[in-house]
């Protein structure tokens, strides 16, 4: 198939970067356009990209030229894919113009998130929202489609098949990686040998987010499910990797058999597809009783191009009808560039992107 050209919106920061490792060699998306704030516009990427351990980009990547981050640069250069890495504050206006100009956005910014028409999106848990996809395309030329906050993407995967044994509430606190705070993250000063038991307006997104990603399609609206949701969310000195303590309360009394056996043998769409960035296995438990860790466990996932899309589980426990358990997920991966990407993915197979 004829590759789709891409780009990046806010390629310099740690989410940008990690669209363009994902995207360099793209099966089905050539990167043609990367755009970051006017001190970036002009330099190569290759000179912006440090590659942290990764394999170095391909020559025509790394020799692509940075725009300036407006609609018309992203308009004139062909791009018919956008992947946006931007902040939430000017994200959304400039995504909105780019689909009145018929461009396809796969975001990482909250900006649209509750949006009505906009589906938010874990390919795995809720691809049936695709459906608003569609209407957007009966109302505008192109479309939005977001993914999840970062520790969304980790805990609603790991629900999504508990959801089978009638989930009533759940209690669930983070440990969450200062790379989830940017590419400036959080002063050093502030965060070594600490533990800051806030972050703004986290909570609140956990809980509003899961209850839509986990939510039932009633025509051109989804029905958030009902499940209460109890979050503490807190910024810990590592580098990478969101490490979550959940508590599930289910309506009848559970095993841990049971359960283990619904998380691990857990797989759906990306995987029937074989889609490129889909993990065999969305969804490891571990017997060992000190796992998962970041430092261990964050980059779970195959093939070599799903590397930190796979969501890690351990320390499971229950008791009557309540269940616990840690889970891991790569916060820039999974939470954010690699859940875009596949968002992506899964749209070209559905047929949402024009003539493709």
């Known amino acids: 198939m004829k590759k789709i050209n891409a780009a990046v919106l806010g390629c310099t920061g740690l989410v940008g970067q990690q669209f363009i490792r994902l995207l360099d060699d793209h099966p089905y998306f050539e990167l043609s356009c990367l755009t970051a704030s006017p001190r970036s516009r002009g330099k190569r990427c290759g000179e912006t990209t440090a590659n942290g351990g990764q394999p170095a980009l391909g020559e025509k990547t790394a020799s692509l030229v940075i725009r300036e981050t407006t609609a018309a640069a992203v308009i004139q250069s062909g791009a018919r894919v956008v992947f946006s890495a931007l902040p939430a504050a000017i994200s959304g206006e400039l995504e909105m113009e780019l689909r009145k100009n018929g461009l396809f956005i796969f975001s ?43 520790s969304v993407a980790g805990l609603a995967m790991a629900l999504k098949p508990l959801t089978a044994f009638d989930v009533q509430a759940l209690t669930v606190t983070t440990f969450q990686a200062v790379s989830g705070a940017g590419q400036r993250g959080v002063a050093a000063w502030d965060i070594m040998g600490n533990v800051i038991p806030h972050i703004a307006n986290e909570e609140e997104k956990v809980a509003s987010e899961t209850k839509k990603i986990l939510g039932t399609l009633a025509g051109k609206q989804i029905k958030d499910h009902g499940l209460e949701i109890y979050p503490s969310c807190s910024r810990v000195p590592v580098r990478e990797g969101h490490l979550q303590s959940v508590s599930v309360e289910f309506a009848a009394p559970v095993s841990a058999s049971e359960i283990a056996a619904a998380l691990s043998g857990f797989s759906a769409e990306p995987q029937q597809m074989a889609l490129p960035t889909a993990p065999r296995r969305p969804i490891i438990v571990l017997d060992a009783p000190d796992r998962p860790q970041p430092a261990l466990d964050a980059w779970a996932g195959e093939p070599e191009r799903a590397r930190g899309m796979a969501v890690t589980l351990g320390r499971l426990r229950c008791r009557g009808k309540r269940c616990s358990f840690f889970l891991l997920v790569h916060n820039t991966v999974r939470g954010a560039a690699g859940g875009c990407l596949l968002n992506a993915e899964l749209a070209l197979k559905k047929r949402l992107l024009g003539g493709n």
């Open 108 to 150: 990482n910014a909250s900006s649209h998130r509750m949006d009505a028409l906009v589906p938010l999106l874990i390919p795995e848990v809720n691809s049936a929202h695709l459906e608003l996809a569609r209407a957007q395309l009966r109302e505008f030329p192109g479309l939005i489609i977001t993914n999840s906050n970062c």
